[in-house]
């Protein structure tokens, strides 16, 4: 494959998680967890592993994101600290 698209798709993964991990609303940061599972599905789309790229579509990008969200509004949006 195209090493710069891998090379792309594995620094918005970077990105990401560190942004996942640093952002203060917890919407925001769910949200960037789903597109973090999202380019870790293309990622692995484009290694060949297709049935490891389906199953984090549908459990990492959908299901959970869905109850991270879910989560998020039956609880306050900020953090405390």
């Given amino acids: 494959m195209i090493w ?3 090379f ?3 620094l918005i993964v970077l990105i990401c998680g560190i ?3 640093t952002v203060k609303d917890l919407l925001g940061a769910a949200i960037l ?3 973090y599972s999202f380019m870790m599905c293309l990622l ?3 290694m060949g592993a297709v049935d490891v790229a389906f199953t984090e579509a549908s459990v990492g990008a959908g ?3 869905v109850l991270f969200v879910a989560a ?3 609880t ?3 953090t405390k600290d």
């Fill in 19 to 21: 942004a996942a991990i």
């Fill in 8 to 10: 792309v798709v594995l």
């Fill in 4 to 6: 710069q698209i891998e």
């Fill in 63 to 65: 299901v959970s994101t």
């Fill in 76 to 78: 306050s949006r900020r």
């Fill in 72 to 74: 998020v509004f039956r």
């Fill in 44 to 46: 692995w789309a484009i």
């Fill in 33 to 35: 967890f789903g597109a």
